[in-house]
């Protein structure tokens, strides 16, 4: 009795689910038509009035794209979908002007974070991750020095490859530090 239970929710979420796109494919296709086959190459964080919105906005094509309806809500303005059409009405009379720096946040993931998030976030980076890998690059160059003047050629190229690896690592966590840097010029 509960398989048939299971196969008849999973045949009837099937049928609502293919109502619902349907009836609502078709009147957003042409939309969306412009968009297909874009790149969409970076995503960015949307603050309005000092709130961080849960939607995140697109660069896609070399354009800003934010989600209308969060936007909308968060400027206290109304949205409605006629055809082909999205309709935002403010509520309020007062100009509002909404500005979105897309260059500094397409690729900086910690813009909206708090700046005491941020601090904390890099004295860990700074303790934990980067000061020791700087200690073992160190290490390891003064290991690949002496095991030259042995030469000992494999143990040197082996360490020449740890020795990289250490160096991807810095570069790595210096331009997590530099987006938290930066981060923090907003933060509040």
Request: charged share 30%.
């Amino acid at each position: 009795m509960k398989r048939f239970a299971h196969k008849v929710a999973y045949i009837a979420g099937g049928i609502i689910i293919g109502i619902v796109f349907s009836t609502t494919a078709g009147a957003f296709a042409d939309q969306v038509k412009s968009l297909v086959g874009k790149k969409v190459t970076g995503e960015y964080t949307i603050v309005v009035d000092g709130k961080k919105l849960s939607d995140k906005g697109a660069v896609i094509d070399s354009k800003a794209n934010v989600p209308a309806r969060a936007l909308s809500e968060a400027l206290g303005a109304d949205v409605s979908v006629e055809g082909k059409t999205i309709n935002i009405t403010s509520i309020s009379k007062t100009d509002q002007n909404v500005v979105i720096d897309t260059k500094a946040n397409v690729n900086n993931k910690y813009i909206g974070d708090t700046k005491r998030s941020l601090e904390q976030l890099k004295e860990s980076i700074l303790a934990n991750i980067l000061n020791p890998t700087n200690e073992g690059k160190n290490k390891i160059q003064t290991d690949i020095e002496e095991l030259k003047t042995f030469g000992a050629n494999d143990a040197v190229a082996a360490k020449e490859k740890q020795l990289a690896q250490y160096n991807e690592d810095i570069e790595k966590y210096e331009k997590e530090l530099k987006l938290i840097d930066e981060a923090l010029l907003t933060a509040k």
